[in-house]
């Protein structure tokens, strides 16, 4: 006897793979396990204003780079310049022309999408950065401040979060008034951080809110601490990020230069949109070259024909339960599953209505053809005729009277019917009428759940999206296929048994 020992481990990786490239799906493309799943994103616009002076004019902005949010769309608009966006660390949009006069306007456009990820990590220590250089008659009342801060924080987190705190102190001491009135909170707080040793870094970051325009970037700074770059807002007197702040700058850059203009300025206006999350996903996908593996790089007419495919294997799981664990007997082993793809193109109430119509009108031809004693290729081969007549005359006749569901009536197998026809008389005159209608009736029954299943939203989505999924369904075949003992409907058989006990 050989052991089943390989068949179950080869079944196991079918069940394991297919699970795994499916949430792989899901985490690393964003593809959503619920269909019609909605996110929010946001559509920035920066507008560039400066006047040129006759001159080579040259116009550098910097552009989001941030883990928080993805790029899904960008684009500029700059009549008569030249356009090159710069990609690396520093991402940079680079207006030119040769020539500018008056007052100019560059517009910068990009869509957002938020990714969650707010936290900032960075697994190499980043340099001590170089002690900053007071004015004479600053250090004395910087250092008193940072000292006494010091000596109250266990280190450089708590230490920016202290100073934080006196900064934003109501009850300001002479020290710190002198200090605040030639710096910002914000340049006070980052250079007292340099000054002990801690590494730190202003960036600038946007605040996202609908429908608002003529926005500013606003200064923040982030604090290394064990691995992490923690965000704080001095003028705000808050530590952490929300959820709808894009940091536009973080590289110790400019966000604008401008070469050969003067009075140079940028704001920006933004709008929340909602979106497919499925839609957004794919959008990503072409943006990273991921769709190579991908049926949405297919035409869409190829697209739509495989969306019916794969529905395919779904009818066949159901098939293979209700025949092999329930025991539902059926004419043809697989005829349910191509008639069950009819039904999702007619309907269900239509379709069962037309495939007992050209059945009865099939078998009742039939039963003449028989008795010319025709060889069965000639035969068959009559009946498929005859199955186009009756499937073009139900149609002729549904289009007359108005009824336009008769019309979707095409859509049957025309060979799987002219086959079940032939199957069912010859079964009628072997055993009867009798097992005619219980082959028919569970060719129907299983039909009718195949159908079920295969056109549920849900299931349809799955199918086409996450495509390990297949393997999974071929794991479940291959273990019912092994499956040897008494099917649901023949324990029926045991009954009397049962009740002697």
Known sequence: MHSRKPFFIFVALLFIFGTAASIYRSVEHNVPFLPGQQVQSWSVEAKVMFNGNNNPTEVSLSLPQDPAFDVLSENATSPGYGLNISEGADRRAVWSIRESSGRQSLYYRVTLVPTGQLDVTQDEVPETPEPFLWQVTEKGAADQIMNDVWQRSANNLSYA?????????????????????????????????????????????????????????????????????????????????????????????????????????????????????????????????????????????????????????????????????????????????????????????????????????????????????????SRISAVIIVVIFIIGLFTLISYKVGLSEGLTITFFPMIILAWTIERMSILWEEEGPKAVVMAGGGSLFVATLAYLAMSNSWIQYWVFNFLGIHLVILAMVLVMGQYTGYRLTELKRFKPLAGDQ
């Open 161 to 377: 979060q202290q100073l934080m705190s006196v900064i934003n102190d109501t009850n300001q001491s002479q020290n710190l008034a002198l200090l605040l009135s030639v710096n910002t909170r914000t340049q006070l707080f980052l250079q007292m951080l340099h000054s002990k040793g801690v590494p730190a870094k202003q960036v600038s970051g946007l605040m996202l809110e609908d429908q608002r325009r003529r926005q500013q970037l606003n200064p923040y700074v982030q604090v290394y601490h064990n691995g992490e770059w923690v965000l704080f807002d001095v003028e705000g007197n808050r530590q952490g990020r929300p959820d709808n702040l894009v940091l536009w700058q973080h590289n110790n850059q400019s966000v604008l230069d401008v070469v050969g203009g003067s009075n140079s300025q940028v704001n920006f206006s933004m709008l929340q949109e909602t979106r497919s999350a499925l839609a957004t996903s794919i959008d990503m996908m072409k943006n990273s070259d991921a769709l190579d593996f991908s049926l949405y790089q297919l035409p869409l007419e190829e697209q739509s024909t495989f969306k019916g495919i794969l529905l395919i294997p779904i009818g066949v799981l159901v098939v293979v339960f209700l025949r092999v664990i329930i025991g539902i007997k059926t004419s043809g082993t697989f005829m349910p599953v191509l008639i069950a793809l009819a039904f999702i193109q007619t309907t269900l109430l239509t379709g069962l209505i037309g495939f007992l119509l050209i059945v009865a009108f099939g078998l009742m031809i039939r039963s003449y053809l028989s008795q010319l004693n025709l060889l069965l290729i």
